[in-house]
């Protein structure tokens, strides 16, 4: 079967650094996406990796080791609004989004 | 701006009946998906449609369908509405390139009594 796992749960402090890992198995690999979610609210993309290495964006990072079958999400300089819950999700061999369960991250000042 | 909608925002139905959940998206996507996000669970694909005309079963389609009659709307039916579907429902649509992110509404939250 396929399976994408992540921590449920991390806390951080503000200002500090974050790491959020996805490990995966899937049906083949045709990328891997983290998304974003506040609480009651809908899901927004942050991040989207193909090849292996490292994506950066802003305060935002996105590592991927296909061989692997790992996933990172960095986030630096948190902030109270980095609030929420990160979805990994990989793209299998039928197109179709495979989501792992999210993390949900606490923010403590 | 484009954007993608969902109606109603949120729900509550009795056991048996038949609910519709709508889904429009001014994107100008081909490709259109229901979710459903229960605790515990990542988002579960119910349907999803790559074209008008076109529709597929995803992991967990069975109690509900879905229609493509234009590239706008993608609703989402429950025949026989069951306890077990109190979810919160998700659509989302995307490009048909590769590499394209998945645009989601702002959910349903549909409880089934």
């Known amino acids: 079967g396929q399976n994408i796992d992540q921590p449920t749960e991390m806390t951080a402090t503000e200002g500090a650094i974050v790491q959020i890992n996805c490990t995966y198995q899937?049906?083949?690999?045709?990328?891997l996406f983290w998304y974003q979610q506040h609480a009651g609210e809908a899901p927004t993309f942050l991040s989207y990796?193909?090849l292996d290495g490292l994506e950066e964006k802003g305060r935002f990072s996105s590592f991927l080791s296909r061989s692997k079958g790992y996933s990172y999400l960095l986030l630096k300089e948190l902030q109270m609004k980095d609030s929420a819950s990160y979805l990994c999700?990989?793209?299998?061999?039928?197109?179709?989004?495979?989501w792992g369960a999210g993390t949900k991250l606490i923010i403590k000042p | 701006d484009a954007e993608i909608t969902q109606s109603p925002r949120h729900k509550i139905t009795e056991t048996g009946r038949q609910v519709t959940l709508a889904c429009h998206q001014t994107?100008?996507?081909?490709?259109m998906f229901w979710y459903r996000q229960d605790l515990g669970h990542g988002l579960r694909l119910i349907h999803y449609s790559y074209g008008v005309h076109d529709t597929n079963k995803g992991e967990v389609s069975d109690g509900y369908s879905v229609s493509r009659s234009n590239t706008e709307d993608l609703p989402l039916t429950l025949e026989s509405a069951a306890s077990s579907q109190t979810s919160v429902y998700f659509c989302?649509?995307?490009?048909?390139?590769?590499?394209?992110?998945?645009?989601f509404g702002p959910g349903t939250r549909l409880t089934v009594l």
């Open positions: 899937t049906s083949g690999f045709n990328g």
């Open positions: 990796n193909v």
């Open positions: 999700a990989v793209r299998d061999s039928n197109y179709q989004l495979i």
């Open positions: 994107w100008n996507h081909n490709n």
């Open positions: 989302a649509s995307s490009e048909s390139v590769e590499g394209a992110r998945e645009f």
